[in-house]
């Protein structure tokens, strides 16, 4: 099984959850190296999605951005990105979409991307 951990920080040891204790996942930290990976290796089964992926990210009011429409301050794409793009890729190619985990601890970051994967499946 293929795992992919998206995060600028942490690893997975540091994530609540009997699956990142299971070790052996890819590491990517940013849009740019997730995206070099799925071009490359294809769709891992499982990934965990991050939300604030660059310094630049910390000191932004994400309630503001997400719930009142206004545009991110920052050019450094976000886990949300990340997702949408893997969402359109996985479209693209006929591929199925991996089981998708949320470990970002940004509440609305977290919920922003949670509510993506739940408009897709449900």
Known sequence: MTKLFLDDQRTPEECVGEIYDTGNWDLVGDFDEFQAYIMERG???VISFDHDLADDHYDIDWWDVYKEGLLAPTTFRTGLDCI???RSFCIDTNSPMPVCLVHSMNPVGRE???D???????
């Open 112 to 114: 922003a991307i949670t």
């Open 116 to 122: 993506y994967i739940e408009s897709w499946t449900d």
């Open 43 to 45: 769709v891992p089964d």
């Open 84 to 86: 949408k793009w893997l």
